[in-house]
């Protein structure tokens, strides 16, 4: 039976909120009136029975990615093409870039249907953009995605290249195996964008650290896609040395997916310091890497 998912304008009467299970959607476009209500009902559409479709291949999406695959859906198959490059040198399976790809199926529905000055989707942080001639989206960066409050701002405009923006770390709502608050990266696709942040939160690490705690997946949530494999489930007491020898190794995995083309920038965020690699445009950093000094890991 397909599902009948919850979908609504909020009290702001310019956004739209689409629900189904897992898939929490807000979506914003910007344009004619007429054109703007023809995106809403195209989005409202493709998001019906958008579950009920990644359901059907579940298995396939929770197997680790091969370089073929069987899959058929168009959003399955996106998922597979997004982690598909690092399926050689890691562990991964599909879902690492489900909420990319369906926050970019969705917009792609509404772009079909509208001509749009500027639209979004922001599926619980892994953002799908369209940017029309002299838009711009400013994106809030927050320390920790399960708190509020913006540490600062980056700005994306019709002119770059990004049009994906995706987030992951061990607070985040997927289980993480490394010990990164928040990965934020900017890439050309949400999927490509959510795909990379997993990677690369994966890389942020202390392997066998004391303070680090750590569990099996499949004990926490048995129908984990990573199986057997140890989650962070707490950070103790970092010292200096050891936040910025972590932020090192995911910065050096960032690092290798820029100058392969697979993302625009990166920040990397652990126990309130912050390394910046590839971005242009953060407020006050202007390009230029950095670490915030704070030794203290809560």
Do not use: W
């Not at 007429?34 to 019906?48: P, S, W």
């Not at 920040?267 to 445009?281: A, E, F, S």
């Amino acid at each position: 039976m397909m599902r009948r998912p919850q979908i609504a304008l909020l009290s702001d009467g310019r956004r739209l909120h689409l629900q189904d299970g897992p898939i929490d959607l807000i979506v914003e476009a910007r344009g004619r009136a007429d054109a703007v209500r023809a995106a809403y009902d195209a989005a409202a559409q493709r998001f019906t029975g958008l579950l009920d479709e990644l359901c059907a291949e579940l298995p396939g999406l929770r197997a680790p990615a091969e370089e073929k695959t069987s899959l058929k859906g168009v959003v399955a198959r996106r998922m597979h093409a997004a982690v598909a490059p690092y399926a050689v040198a890691c562990f991964i399976t599909p879902m690492a870039a489900v909420a990319g790809s369906v926050a970019e199926e969705i917009l792609g529905a509404m772009m079909v249907a509208a001509t749009l000055d500027r639209a979004y989707v922001n599926n619980g942080g892994d953002i799908a953009l369209h940017l029309g001639k002299g838009e711009h989206f400013a994106v809030g960066l927050m320390d920790r995605p399960d708190r509020d409050g913006v540490m600062r701002t980056m700005r994306v405009d019709a002119n770059d290249p990004v049009r994906g923006i995706a987030t992951s770390g061990r607070h985040g709502r997927s289980f993480s195996l490394g010990i990164a608050d928040a990965v934020t990266v900017l890439a050309a696709t949400a999927s490509q964008a959510d795909a990379a942040a997993t990677v690369i939160a994966n890389a942020v690490d202390l392997p066998g650290h004391p303070a680090i705690s750590r569990k099996p997946a499949n004990e926490l949530q048995p129908d984990s896609d990573l199986g057997a494999r140890l989650v962070t489930r707490d950070v103790g007491a970092l010292s200096h040395n050891e936040i910025a020898a972590a932020l090192e190794s995911g910065a050096d995995c960032a690092r290798q997916l820029f100058d392969r083309g697979l993302i625009e920038g990166a920040m990397l965020r652990l126990c309130g310091d912050m390394l910046v690699i590839g971005t242009k445009d953060i407020e006050e950093q202007r390009s230029r890497p950095l670490v915030l000094e704070n030794a203290a890991c809560a």
